[in-house]
Nanobody
Framework: QVQMVESGGGLVEAGGSLRLSCTAS????????MRWFRQAPGKEREGVAC????????SYADSVKGRFTISRDNAENTLYLQMNSLQPEDTAMYYC????????????????????WGRGTQVTVSS
């Protein structure tokens, strides 16, 4: 069974940076689509970045493009989200999620449902 544990959240001033980590265990499928989501109080959950575990092909929401970078270390079974130029509107609980797939990676997978989720790590950006 896949388990995912996020870490790296915290309090940072506007303009600062954080790097979130998501350690995954139990990865046995040929490939996974992995995504970082965030949810602020009273707002809908938003997918911010997505990556193919095998190929590293990534995509981003417009709200974070150019500021956030998703990456993975296959050897360490760890997913990362480097967040730069953070703004108060980035304040949210951040979650990592994974879902297995077969064949060539498609950005459509990023919009699908995810079977495995972490419990989240809080990011707070002060103005």
């Amino acid at each position: 069974q896949v388990q995912m544990v996020e870490s790296g959240g915290g309090l940072v001033e506007a303009g600062g940076s954080l790097r979130l980590s998501c350690t995954a265990s139990g990865l046995t499928a040929l490939d996974y689509v992995m995504r970082w989501f965030r949810q602020a109080p009273g707002k809908e959950r938003e997918g911010v970045a997505c990556i193919s575990w095998k190929s590293g092909i990534a995509s981003y929401a417009d709200s974070v493009k150019g500021r956030f970078t998703i990456s993975r270390d296959n050897a360490e079974n760890t997913l990362y989200l480097q967040m730069n130029s953070l703004q108060p509107e980035d304040t949210a609980m951040y979650y990592c999620a994974a879902d297995p797939f077969l064949g060539a990676f498609s950005a459509e997978y990023c919009a699908g449902s995810f079977a495995y989720w972490g419990r989240g790590t809080q990011v707070t950006v002060s103005s």
